[in-house]
């Protein structure tokens, strides 16, 4: 299965509406960042993990919740998202494709070199937008241009073009 990792406070940091939004509550735009990948998880169909930094908070432990079906993690003290992040990658690049959404060219290099593909956050941003609007487009009834293979996760159409090869 593919599975997105997303740096949360560096997607905070590198979209404007958040950054915006966070100057007057930091929690409402960490909340909105997670309800955007709820809503793209239902619609790409891979999995998605948030880590968001806590390693300055004193007495801080690694907390690790659902919401929406979406992972989020939290550091605990004295570590930073990037290492949850690489732990991460290591644990499941082998289980499948591992992308990781960060405009941290270091953090970036790591990922790369652990065998993750890297997916800045303007190209993260992009993705969200389109699928927003076509799961608007999809709660109007319009079927897009009509292709099935369009519309299904890929790995279903793995599947299906296997079982059609025979």
Not at 24 to 48: C, M, P
Request: glycine share 10%; net charge positive.
């Amino acid at each position: 299965m593919d599975v997105l990792i997303v740096d949360g406070y560096n997607l905070l940091h590198n979209w404007p509406e958040l950054t915006r939004l966070k100057e007057s509550s930091f929690e409402h735009a960490r909340d909105k960042l997670i309800t955007e990948l709820i809503n793209y998880q239902a619609y790409w169909g891979g999995k998605v993990i948030v880590v968001f930094d806590a390693h300055k908070v004193p007495g801080a432990v690694e907390k690790r919740e659902k919401l929406g079906g979406v992972e989020v993690i939290y550091s605990r003290e004295g570590e930073t998202a990037d290492t949850v992040i690489e732990r991460l990658v290591g644990d499941l690049i082998a289980t499948g494709r591992v992308y990781v959404a960060t405009s941290d060219w270091a953090e970036q290099r790591m990922i790369l070199g652990k065998g993750a593909l890297r997916l800045p956050a303007r190209e993260l941003k992009v993705n969200l937008e389109q699928a927003r609007q076509e799961i608007a487009r999809a709660s109007k009834g319009d079927p897009g241009n009509g292709r099935l293979d369009t519309r299904i996760h890929r790995a279903t159409r793995k599947i299906l073009e296997r079982w059609r090869r025979g």
